[in-house]
């Protein structure tokens, strides 16, 4: 049956539609109610396009016991071009993942169906049943958007934690992007506001935890002042060697390299952690 008895608190019984559960759903919730899986924070959800309830359920679950290194680290660079750019602390290998173009042609076609959905309804004008057929139209294209981007962030994030477990990664290293300014040698303000709202980057980080906790792996929080404007090879800073959004010359070393793939290293390498964004560099110089 694709059905699952749920009893909640407050006397209240749910019947769980499980689908065709490509997710293995079934066996998560049995083995929750077997207390081999611990629930977390968890809440209904209504989607009124689809007059349906949602579980959005939270799992902990015990965590895979890998052969993983102490020593090996991967860093993780979050930019426009390429949602995320993952290297390895000591060796050579790199993985690029996503592409901007898959974020902003769904996006450009999903703003223009609402756009011109916005101009039909105000034609129309309000009541009768043509107004609300197109009111529930436009919330469908709403919950289609947000399944887009929490789709791309699975995706995005499975590969980032396969990418670990494959080199036998103990710990993976992100930027705390709320600890970037009006930086001109590092991300602008203006890339980070890009990441927030284009792709929802909290969330990417909050799955790349959780997915990293299954694995036996470590989250980090790095500080991102001067990550992209520092050669990965002999460590020298100074502004501008990050000449385009794909393009690094050191002025040093002369080592030329993948913009992207130079800040990730950097990050994999880096020791400057931070647990807010008022242990960042550029907040202890520009905002205390």
Excluded at 22 to 48: P, T, V
Excluded at 175 to 183: N, T
Aim: charged content about 30%; glycine content about 6%; hydrophobic content about 30%.
């Amino acid at each position: 049956s694709d059905l699952f008895e749920l009893g909640m608190t407050g006397g209240i019984e749910f019947k769980v539609h499980l689908g065709r559960d490509k997710s293995n759903n079934r066996i998560i919730l049995e083995r929750m109610f077997d207390n081999i899986y611990g629930l977390a924070d968890s809440q209904l959800q209504y989607i009124a396009s689809k007059k349906k309830w949602f579980l959005l359920m939270c799992v902990d679950t015990p965590e895979n016991k890998r052969e993983l290194s102490e020593d090996i680290v991967i860093g993780v660079d979050m930019g426009i071009n390429i949602p995320a750019y993952c290297a390895v602390n000591n060796s050579l290998d790199r993985s690029s993942l996503g592409t901007r173009e898959d974020i902003i042609n769904f996006r450009n076609g999903i703003r223009k169906q609402r756009r011109n959905m916005q101009m039909n309804l105000s034609v129309s004008g309000k009541g009768g049943q043509g107004y609300d057929r197109k009111m529930k139209a436009l919330d469908r294209l709403a919950d289609k958007e947000n399944a887009f981007v929490k789709n791309y962030n699975h995706k995005i994030s499975k590969e980032i934690i396969k990418f670990a477990v494959k080199n036998k990664a103990k710990y993976i290293n992100l930027e705390l992007l709320e600890g970037f300014g009006k930086d001109e040698e590092g991300k602008s303000v203006d890339e980070y506001k890009w990441l927030c709202s284009n792709w929802s980057y909290f969330q990417l980080k909050t799955l790349i935890e959780y997915k990293a906790k299954l694995e036996g792996i470590t989250v980090r929080y790095i500080d991102p002042y001067h990550t992209s404007q520092t050669c990965s090879c002999c460590g020298h800073y100074e502004k501008g060697q990050r000449l385009t959004q794909e393009k690094f010359i050191c002025a040093n070393c002369g080592e030329e390299m993948n913009a992207d793939y130079n800040a990730s290293k950097n990050i994999a390498k880096s020791t400057k952690f931070v647990e807010n964004k008022k242990d960042c560099e550029f907040y202890k110089k520009n905002v205390s």
